[in-house]
């Protein structure tokens, strides 16, 4: 349990221009699951600033340092962290990152929402569905694509860690296509 406080919107903004402000070589940022459900005003907070990096290899220990330094400056929790740890990410899916703005030299993205979708499927935990509803009702997302997407990578569950459970993977799957149909998202 973290001892920090929970952010809000106006903190993730505060971290990306101050990370701007820190460091000062190129790369790219997206910010994934709870973070961007937060920046995009779906949910008032979340526990951490959950993010995906991408600098050159030379850059990433300066980079590391700036986040350091301003987890600590704003009393934030923040965590390097990406749908590909928890589920085999679906085809094309740099090509559906959205673009948020640009802090410093940092181009900063959301992670694909249905890659973000299906890992937080995966978790399986009841704010994790809830937070997949949201983004189906905003239609960030479409359920007919990520009923395709599932069953592409359904078939790569388990093939590449011993932590992924296809079986698990489905079951929550099923869960929340009645959690949606419940909602009238579904006929």
């Known amino acids: 349990m973290s001892?920090?406080?929970s952010v809000n919107r106006s903190r993730i903004e505060l971290f990306l221009k101050e990370l701007?402000?820190?460091?000062?070589?190129?790369?790219?940022?997206?910010?994934?699951?709870?973070?961007t459900l937060v920046f995009e005003a779906y949910r008032q907070q979340?526990?951490?600033?959950?993010i995906v990096i991408e600098v050159a290899p030379e850059d990433h220990?300066?980079?590391i340092q700036a986040v350091r330094e301003i987890k600590?400056?704003?009393d934030v929790n923040v965590e390097e962290v990406s749908p590909g740890d928890f589920i085999p990410l679906p085809g094309?899916?740099?090509d559906r990152r959205e673009f948020i703005g640009r802090f410093g030299q940092l181009n900063v993205f959301h992670f694909d929402h249905y890659s973000t979708a299906l890992s937080k499927i995966e978790r399986g935990r009841?704010?994790?569905?809830?937070?997949?509803?949201?983004?189906?009702?905003?239609?960030?997302?479409?359920?007919?694509?990520?009923?395709?997407?599932?069953r592409e990578i359904l078939p790569r569950m388990g093939t590449q860690s011993l932590k992924q459970d296809p079986v698990e993977f489905e079951k929550n799957f099923r869960a929340l296509e009645g959690m949606w149909r419940t909602s009238g998202g579904l006929p």
């Not at 701007?20 to 973070?35: A, M, N």
């Not at 979340?46 to 959950?50: A, E, G, S, Y």
């Not at 007919?144 to 997407?149: E, S």
């Open 61 to 63: 220990s300066a980079f």
């Open 3 to 5: 001892l920090r406080p």
């Open 20 to 35: 701007g402000r820190r460091y000062h070589r190129p790369g790219r940022l997206y910010l994934v699951g709870g973070t």
């Open 92 to 94: 094309g899916y740099a």
């Open 126 to 150: 009841t704010q994790d569905l809830a937070d997949v509803i949201l983004l189906l009702q905003a239609r960030r997302i479409d359920w007919a694509q990520l009923d395709t997407f599932f």
């Open 46 to 50: 979340t526990l951490d600033i959950d």
């Open 72 to 74: 600590e400056l704003l």
